[in-house]
């Protein structure tokens, strides 16, 4: 009896121990605690930045928000009470309009973080982001004010450029592992943050539409 009990206890340990974060199907809807969602139905979340802080025509409007920025990378946060050192998948639904351009999404940021013009950059640093675009699609996770280390870059061809795309964040143990439209793009190391921001944005004057943003913790 008592082997049984145990061997109750240490199935679900089992089957988590043997997942493949790699394959996209590897979580499935039972393994997965929603922290955060939005569909972009009305301005709920409040994504859109004061009037004439940054950007060009930011509107949320029939299930779509639409961003184009005029100041560098630039993304608008939202807040979540999350754990980014706990184990999460993060998944957007977005489209670039312009071939030279990309959008972005962070996670992880902490609030320090702004835009200062007098210095070009951005200052009080710490998060991790995605660019995609359609030409290639970019993975950062950065560590520090200016000293942007370690950096990573890749392309992919595993997009449909003339339309949406499903853009994966899965964070397990100490990896990430990116997915465009569910396939597999590369796995990079995980550095711990200390932020709760969500951002959604883009590069200068790159027109991004974006249609769902989800975040879950995974086991």
């Not at 670039?96 to 007098?118: E, F, H, L, P």
């Amino acid at each position: 009896m008592k082997q049984m009990v145990l061997l109750a206890l240490l199935l679900p340990l089992l089957a988590a121990a043997q997942k493949n974060p790699g394959r996209y199907a590897a979580y499935n809807a039972g393994d997965k605690k929603l922290v955060f969602a939005d569909s972009f139905v009305d301005n709920r979340n409040d994504w859109l930045p004061d009037e004439g802080r940054c950007c060009k025509w930011p509107y949320i409007e029939n299930g779509f928000y639409y961003r184009n920025d005029t100041v560098g990378f630039n993304g608008y946060p939202h807040a979540v009470a999350f754990d980014f050192t706990k184990n999460f998948q993060l998944d957007i639904v977005a489209k670039v309009t312009d071939a030279r351009k990309q959008g972005v999404i962070y996670w992880g940021r902490d609030t320090s973080v702004y835009y200062d013009s007098t210095r070009s950059g951005w200052t009080g640093f710490k998060g991790s982001y995605i660019y995609f675009g359609k030409q290639d699609i970019m993975f950062k996770n950065c560590d520090d004010k200016y000293v942007r280390n370690p950096c990573h870059d890749m392309t992919a061809d595993a997009r449909r450029p003339s339309g949406f795309n499903k853009y994966t964040v899965r964070k397990v143990k100490e990896r990430y592992y990116v997915f465009v439209n569910e396939l597999f793009i590369r796995s990079f190391s995980y550095l711990p943050l200390t932020g709760r921001q969500l951002g959604l944005g883009g590069n200068e004057n790159a027109s991004v539409i974006y249609s769902k943003i989800e975040l879950n913790e995974l086991p």
